[in-house]
């Protein structure tokens, strides 16, 4: 049954990180934590990612612009060095619905106002959206979508968009498994687990690129931003 469990929560992880760029981690945490600790969880789904991600990088790879990268990501996991051992600590579901409550308030003025197409942040603006993913990064394993409001707003195409974000995930990946593994978090038993659910993000990721040639900038963004606030959601309800 833990088997069937990893490779569905891989699949639709990868289905949708494959469609809208992040929201693996997100989804397999409706999954995994059924059989791992929480913190677990959230080490394996990001490994679990890792073979999806490194496809999307390598489909993109003419898209990448480093220098806009490399900065955010320093702000993001300097918060997220410091967050991955505060789980035990702080008030975890407090800071969920904290957390839903922004991103539902964010989609519904992406997805209502016209001005927000091409939106493009202050720097505060886009500081605060680091470090509060690199926060949560580091207590859920979730730090997806602010960053990919962030890099949306950034890009001129969506396979720039990709290309950043993606590349941006790939570095965050092995930064924070190192961490997860120097606190003994991520361990080697739970290496069958990571390496079964890799086959399925797999697998949902190359469906989801067939699917992603049918649809245009404009439609993808509405579903950027629709999914946003259903993770927000999800935050706010469990």
Same mark, same amino acid.
């Given at each position: 049954m833990a088997w069937l469990i990893v490779i569905i929560a891989g699949f639709c992880g990868g289905l949708v990180q494959g469609l809208t760029g992040f929201g693996a981690v997100i989804i397999m945490m409706i999954f995994l934590p059924t059989i791992l600790p929480i913190d677990q969880s959230a080490g394996v789904a990001g490994l679990m990612m890792l073979g999806s991600v490194i496809t999307l990088v390598y489909r993109n790879r003419h898209e990448i612009r480093l220098p806009r990268i490399i900065i955010p990501f320093l702000v993001y996991a300097s918060v997220a060095t410091w967050s991955v051992h505060l789980g035990h600590v702080l008030d975890v579901h407090l800071l969920r619905m904290l957390l839903g409550g922004l991103l539902?308030?964010?989609?519904?003025? #992406?997805?209502?106002?016209?001005?927000?197409?091409?939106?493009?942040?202050?720097? @505060?603006?886009?500081?605060? /959206?680091?470090?509060?993913?690199? #926060? #949560?990064?580091?207590? #859920?394993?979730? *730090?997806?979508?602010?960053?990919?409001?962030? +890099?949306?707003?950034?890009?001129?195409?969506?396979?720039?968009?990709?290309?950043?974000?993606?590349? /941006? +995930?790939?570095?965050?990946? @092995?930064?924070?498994?190192?961490?997860?593994?120097?606190?003994?978090?991520?361990?080697?038993?739970?290496?069958? /687990?990571?390496?079964? *659910?890799?086959?399925?993000?797999?697998?949902?990721t190359m469906i989801a690129a067939h699917l992603l040639n049918r649809l245009d900038v404009t439609t993808m963004k509405r579903i950027i931003y629709v999914f946003i606030g259903v993770s927000g959601l999800y935050y706010l309800l469990f």
């Open positions: 539902v308030g964010l989609s519904l003025y #992406f997805t209502l106002s016209k001005r927000s197409a091409n939106a493009s942040y202050p720097w @505060f603006v886009a500081g605060i /959206f680091m470090i509060v993913s690199g #926060f #949560f990064n580091g207590l #859920f394993g979730i *730090g997806g979508p602010l960053m990919a409001l962030y +890099f949306l707003s950034k890009a001129h195409s969506m396979s720039q968009y990709l290309a950043d974000l993606q590349t /941006f +995930f790939l570095i965050d990946t @092995f930064y924070i498994t190192s961490l997860r593994v120097a606190s003994g978090i991520v361990t080697v038993h739970l290496v069958p /687990f990571i390496l079964i *659910g890799m086959v399925g993000a797999i697998t949902g």
